[in-house]
């Protein structure tokens, strides 16, 4: 009885021990992010054509993976375009549409409003996220990741995947 009781309480004192100094930081940090993107503080990324940058937290970066997650992993699964191959989430075809995409606030207007690969009218295909769905900083965290994603991960948004 005691023995049993005992060798309770002492996993009870190892679990609040090993929790209690585990970095701090580590909480809502997805492993993608950290592990794969290798991306375990705050990075800049730009903003503009103007140079502005801010800094993304890697949990904000977390919190945009969710948010791809929910709305567009389904026909962007990897940074593919699954109805349309040719336009995907790739850095190089980001910065070959016209506006280039591979800014912060370019990627956010394109949420707002999806325009066709040569930016001459509105598109129907993708899904247009207006404020009412994504706040401002949801929208920016949202395009931290792809950016991110397609700056870092090894085949994302590769045509043949
Ligand atoms: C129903 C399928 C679908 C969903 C859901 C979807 N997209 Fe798209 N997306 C497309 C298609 C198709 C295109 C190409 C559109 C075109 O060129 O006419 C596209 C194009 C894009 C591009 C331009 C890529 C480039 O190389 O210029 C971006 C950026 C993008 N989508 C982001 C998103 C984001 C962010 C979400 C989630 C909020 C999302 N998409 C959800 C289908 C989708």
Excluded at 1 to 6: A, H, K, Q, T
Excluded at 44 to 69: I, V
Excluded at 83 to 89: A, E, H, M, N
Excluded at 96 to 102: C, K, Q, S
């Amino acid at each position: 009885m005691l023995y049993r009781f005992l060798a309770r309480f002492l996993v009870l004192v190892l679990v609040f021990v090993v929790s209690t100094t585990l970095p701090a930081q580590a909480a809502n940090i997805d492993p993608y992010i950290s592990r794969y993107l290798h991306i375990t503080e705050a990075i800049a990324l730009d903003m503009d054509e103007q140079g502005n940058t801010r800094l993304f937290s890697p949990q904000e970066l977390s919190a945009g993976k969710k948010l791809f997650e929910s709305n567009c992993i389904n026909c962007h699964v990897g940074g593919s375009t699954l109805p349309d191959p040719q336009v995907s989430l790739s850095l190089n075809r980001l910065q070959g549409a016209n506006p280039r995409r591979d800014r912060i606030n370019s990627l956010v207007a394109f949420m707002r409003q999806p325009t066709t690969y040569d930016g001459s009218q509105e598109t129907y295909w993708c899904r247009q996220v207006p404020s009412s769905l994504l706040s401002s900083q949801q929208a920016e965290s949202l395009a931290a990741f792809i950016l991110t994603a397609a700056q870092k991960a090894t085949g994302w948004g590769a045509e043949n995947f």
